[in-house]
């Protein structure tokens, strides 16, 4: 997002009216909220135009029939998360860490192994100590190798200017698939870099969807290395949202999608709604890229804005709960990871509380798999969703007191999760224009 600097026109403690404020923000999700947040801290009179009928976008927490507290939508925060980590703790929030205490699980070709979360990436294979997962020597050896291959171009890749990086034009050109056909010699690896496309990274995506300097810029951003599902917090995360949203009522409007922005030498002015509008000096578009193509925009953006969000869809995210009385998997010494090369859930996760009271397993059915598996019955999601939790956690998991199935795709108004991914060539010839502002028209959001 651009550097706003803007005149005064009231004092922050007054009710925005809907008719002339400093800054309107379109979008209510945790960007736009702390984006109004922070402006009004700034003195600014701000307005928040939401189209749903609720706040939160992708964070949003449910209380389920049997009294667990749950995020549909992102939960876990890590060690490059500072300024969510700044906002928690303003906030009061308590967190606690997550739970990696024990061992973890691997289920690869039908076959299960127990075995411990890797130490040091370079001892790293899909997450665990290579050593342990009972695969030929040889074949690990391999897949460190493309890994440490991988990371280098990670390394080398700016996390503001991605097309800058060495060679980026090729690495740019080479889908993930084709990249591992000429670099890795392993089964082992190329699951690992497609586990970082489909679950990890940004998430939703395809091998064959992006290229490998995409994937190489999500690992920029927030490298799995580093922990980013390393801390949960009390009550789930989806009240960050809440509290802010409690904040900023007086200064919000939901059910209110924004279809135009025209601005000129004066201001802007907001078309939304049914007939109405607002002017301000400025905008935050603080909604998915892709959704940010439902607006018209006058004048018109520069063509490799618009070209880069058409070369930027939503990745396909369907996050599944499994609901226990209790964490059953910490009484054997396992803790809750799964990663497996099954037909639907690539990843599991403990998300219960300290106590292990209820026992709550997070996983995911991601890109292609996502599109596949939302085309079934109820009645098949459920039992292809309890077969490969069997497969990690054994018959026990085949029994939750609740299943709860969140199908991200689905929301009109993100229509996918995490975020938005990058097509093969988008970013050395359209990133320029990935965060330009546009006049008086300013970007955030994933």
């Known amino acids: 997002m651009g550097t706003l600097t803007l005149g005064r ?72 998360h500072h300024r969510f980590e700044a906002l928690v703790n303003e906030l009061g929030i308590e967190r ?55 990371r280098e171009i990670a390394q080398s890749v700016d996390p503001a200017r991605p097309w ?19 670099n890795s010699d392993s089964r082992l690896s190329d699951f690992e870099l497609e586990w970082l496309s489909v679950a990890g990274g940004s998430g939703g995506f395809d091998p064959w969807d992006a290229s490998i300097l995409h994937l190489a810029w999500t690992q920029s951003v927030a490298p799995q290395d580093e922990a980013p599902e390393s801390w949960l917090l009390k009550g789930a995360a989806g009240q960050v949202a809440e509290r802010l949203t409690t904040e900023l009522k007086p200064f919000l409007s939901l059910n209110a999608p924004v279809h135009g922005i025209e601005q000129n030498d004066s201001g802007v002015t907001i078309s939304y709604g049914q007939s109405k509008s ?21 004048p018109d953006l520069p063509a490799e804005t618009r070209s880069f969000l058409q070369r ?98 689905q929301e009109a108004w993100s229509t996918g999760a995490f975020t938005s991914f990058v097509t093969p060539g988008a970013w050395t010839t359209y990133g320029q224009g990935w965060q330009q502002s546009h006049g008086r028209v300013h970007w955030a959001g994933t």
């Not at 947040?37 to 964070?59: F, P, S």
């Not at 411990?116 to 897949?143: C, H, R, T, W, Y």
């Open 9 to 80: 026109t009231g004092h922050a403690g007054t009710s925005a009216t809907p008719s002339d404020v400093d800054v309107v923000v379109v979008g209510a999700g945790l960007s736009g909220l702390t984006a109004a947040r922070q402006l009004r801290k700034e003195g600014l009179k701000v307005h928040i135009l939401e189209a749903r009928a609720r706040t939160g976008g992708r964070m949003i927490r449910q209380t389920t029939r049997t009294g667990a507290v749950i995020d549909l939508g992102g939960q876990w925060g890590g060690e490059t």
């Open 96 to 150: 606690f860490p997550s739970y990696y205490d024990g061992q973890g699980v691997l289920v690869w070709d039908g076959q299960r192994v127990v075995a411990d979360m890797a130490k040091k990436p370079s001892n790293s294979v899909l997450l665990f100590e290579g050593d342990q997962i009972q695969q030929p020597a040889e074949q690990v050896a391999k897949a460190k190798a493309a890994m440490q291959a991988f």
């Open 164 to 182: 800058t990086a060495p060679n980026a034009a090729e690495l740019d050109r080479t889908t993930i698939r084709s990249w591992c056909e000429k």
């Open 278 to 298: 607002i002017k301000a000096k400025a905008a935050i578009v603080a909604i998915p890229p892709p959704l940010r193509q439902r607006i018209t925009f006058t």
């Open 312 to 409: 930027s869809p939503m990745g396909s995210m369907i996050k599944v709960f499994a609901i226990y009385k209790n964490a059953f998997w910490r009484q054997q010494n396992l803790n809750g990871f799964g990663v497996g090369n099954l037909k639907t859930l690539e990843l599991t996760a403990d998300s219960s509380l300290p106590s292990g009271t209820p026992g709550i397993l997070a996983s995911f059915v991601t890109a292609s798999a996502a599109v596949a598996f939302q085309q079934t019955s109820d009645s098949e999601q459920r039992r292809a969703v309890l077969d490969d939790l069997i497969a990690y956690w054994g018959p026990e998991a085949g029994e939750p007191e609740e299943l709860i199935i969140q199908n991200w795709n």
